[in-house]
């Protein structure tokens, strides 16, 4: 009799459970669709944009399960405390990055992380790019839109750490804000990765999804500080040239006297001059052209 009730039980509980577990996942999808129809433009933005590009990619903002749904609602309510940034007109979130992400609670590195953009229009576009982190070597693939990077992270197999790298994909959801103000607790660890104080960067969640793994996590990406060119340095170098020319004004054939020509020439030297300042990632990445205002002349 112990033994049927023990067996009866859990069959009986089973099925309850997993309908439990169902409508609490489809509870809180309709919640974070409904969010991103009322969180505003960008978030609404972004979640067309996955439509954009889901037939080429099949990678979209809102194909999350229920664990990936709550990963990205918590990144959402972090962020909430920043300044929501968009895209200028004509501008791309391309660039060479570095970056950091958690996971076994540990902090690793992202030492580059090549980013190419194609616009779409003047605020949406597709992305691609490569780089390497201390799992193994990937290529990116997939979209932008306002404040929005919407990327699958694919690892090159045999790569690495072969532990890690299962040649699998990641899928990483970002939004564009002020690092350090979305996350002060962690301002100690991306000020020992290199990041700046007034860094602007990519705050999300990544989302690994295989057979005998699942995850989710936290990470940031961010330009890293490039040096600029923010006026000129003009030397001018005067030369004196003399020079002595012996004349016969009797014509005696003797020399009367000695003719001094005295001339000079100006040459001048133009050097830039470059100073160390942070990225936007909604910016041109090449430095701008600074006025030739000079900065110094120095004469010699």
């Given at each position: 009799m112990i033994i049927a009730l023990a067996v009866a039980i859990p069959c009986l509980c089973l099925p309850a459970y997993r309908r439990w577990r169902e409508r609490g996942r489809l509870r809180l999808e309709r919640e974070f669709k409904q969010q991103l129809k009322t969180g505003g433009a960008a978030d609404a933005a972004m979640a067309?944009?996955?439509e954009d590009v889901a037939d080429s990619h099949d990678v979209r903002w809102n194909k999350l399960d229920a664990k990936g749904y709550y990963a990205v609602q918590k990144a959402d309510l972090t962020i909430s405390r920043t300044v929501r940034l968009g895209v200028p007109v004509g501008q791309t979130p391309a660039g060479n990055y570095v970056g950091v992400y958690w996971q076994y609670g540990t902090c690793h590195p992202v030492p580059a992380k090549n980013l190419v953009c194609t616009a779409k229009d003047g605020v949406c576009g597709y992305a691609a790019g490569y780089g390497t982190d201390d799992v193994g070597s990937f290529k990116t693939y997939g979209s932008y839109k306002n404040a929005k990077l919407m990327l699958a992270k694919k690892y090159t197999p045999g790569t690495g750490d072969?532990?890690?790298?299962?040649?699998?994909?990641?899928?990483?959801?970002?939004?564009?804000?002020?690092?350090?103000?979305?996350?002060?607790?962690?301002?100690?660890?991306?000020?020992?990765?290199?990041?700046?104080?007034?860094?602007?960067?990519?705050?999300?969640?990544?989302?690994?999804?295989?057979?005998?793994?699942?995850?989710?996590?936290?990470?940031?990406?961010?330009?890293?500080?490039?040096?600029?060119?923010?006026?000129?340095?003009?030397?001018r170098m005067v030369t004196t040239n003399v020079s002595q020319l012996a004349v016969d004004q009797d014509g005696d054939g003797v020399a009367d006297m000695v003719q001094t020509t005295t001339t000079q020439s100006v040459s001048e030297v133009t050097e830039q001059v470059y100073d160390v300042r942070s990225q936007v990632p909604f910016a041109p990445k090449e430095p701008p052209i600074a006025t030739a205002v000079p900065m110094g002349t120095q004469i010699v």
């Open positions: 067309a944009a996955g072969p532990k890690e790298n299962l040649g699998h994909t990641v899928q990483l959801r970002l939004t564009c804000c002020q690092l350090m103000v979305a996350l002060p607790r962690r301002a100690a660890e991306l000020r020992m990765w290199g990041a700046p104080a007034d860094v602007i960067g990519f705050y999300g969640t990544w989302h690994i999804r295989l057979p005998h793994y699942k995850g989710d996590g936290e990470m940031c990406l961010w330009l890293p500080p490039a040096p600029v060119v923010i006026g000129y340095k003009i030397t």
